[in-house]
């Protein structure tokens, strides 16, 4: 369990050798990218002032109404899988580009801004499909939680229970995804699945690598900017050490040319 706090002081280390290329070359280029995921939630927040608006009600009023209600407007069931599925089509292959990066930079090439362009390149169908799913079924489990626990009855909520685990089990899968579809070279399907395996076979592993995460998040909250600019390399440094360890331990072979070729 201590091992995924190894590979994250080890990723500090390389940011510390590596700081201006991985800063300006890997994370900048990954945040540019990553700022559109803002727009579904911006997308939420402003449906929900212009309703709490046009009738004279609080936000917190609004929502103790969708709340008790368990009834989701349609322009929000429409409207934020659409901007998902949108936004993504910049965040998806950014992410992948980014995991892409680093993962070259562990097997010693230089890291340039041309490198990151081709891993968007690269990746950009598959980074889009997994970015959009992943973050799909996350959207579909805070609606069926939302409706479930305030049904008021008990055998909804144990549902609940449930699909509060399945959103745990989402939180878990998180740091193995990117990393393996890059490693291995496979498609959306099978990188979701062996995220599965590998997070059911390796708790210590998974749980280790879930406080780093965590941890990691805590410090964009409280650092901001700062934490955005130098963490992302360092947090993916962790995840494609740990992801390496698994696959030998499972003796899996990996795609080494790694996305090399555009």
């Known amino acids: 369990m201590t091992r995924p706090f190894r590979f994250f002081w080890w990723g500090l280390g390389q940011l510390y050798y590596d700081l201006l290329p991985l800063t300006l070359k890997v994370n900048l ?3 540019i990218t990553a700022v559109v ?21 609080t936000l917190t009023e609004v ?20 901007l998902i599925l949108i936004v993504m ?5 950014g992410t992948a580009a980014l995991y892409h990066s680093v993962y070259r930079f562990m097997e010693l090439e230089p890291v340039t801004l041309g490198l990151f362009l ?13 970015g959009s799913i992943d973050l799909l079924i996350l959207f579909i489990l ?9 049904s008021g009855e008990i ?12 959103l745990i089990f989402w939180a878990l899968i998180q740091p193995y995804l990117y990393a393996l579809m890059i490693r ?32 990691s998040l805590l410090g964009i909250g409280l650092l901001s900017l700062l934490a955005l600019l130098l963490g992302p390399s360092v947090v993916v440094l962790t995840c494609h050490r740990a992801v390496q360890e698994l696959l030998s331990k499972y003796d899996v072979p990996e795609d080494l040319d790694g996305g090399s070729k555009p």
């Not at 929502?63 to 659409?82: A, E, F, M, S």
Request: no cysteine; proline share 6%; glycine share 10%.
């Open 37 to 57: 995921l803002l727009a579904p939630l911006l997308f939420v927040a402003g449906y929900l002032l212009t309703i709490a608006q046009a009738n004279a009600m």
């Open 118 to 130: 081709r891993g968007f390149k690269k990746y950009f169908v598959r980074g889009w499909l997994l």
């Open 155 to 166: 055998f909804l909520q144990v549902l609940a229970v449930i699909v509060l685990y399945m």
């Open 184 to 215: 291995l070279d496979t498609g959306v399907y099978h990188t979701l699945r062996n995220a599965a395996v590998l997070v059911l076979g390796n708790p210590g592993m998974t749980f280790g690598l879930g406080v780093v995460s965590l941890i």
């Open 29 to 31: 280029p990954w945040l």
């Open 142 to 150: 805070l609606i069926t939680f939302m409706f479930y626990w305030f």
């Open 89 to 93: 089509l910049i965040a998806g292959p």
């Open 63 to 82: 929502l103790d109404q969708i709340i008790t209600g368990r009834t989701v407007p349609p322009q929000l069931l429409l409207g934020v899988p659409i």
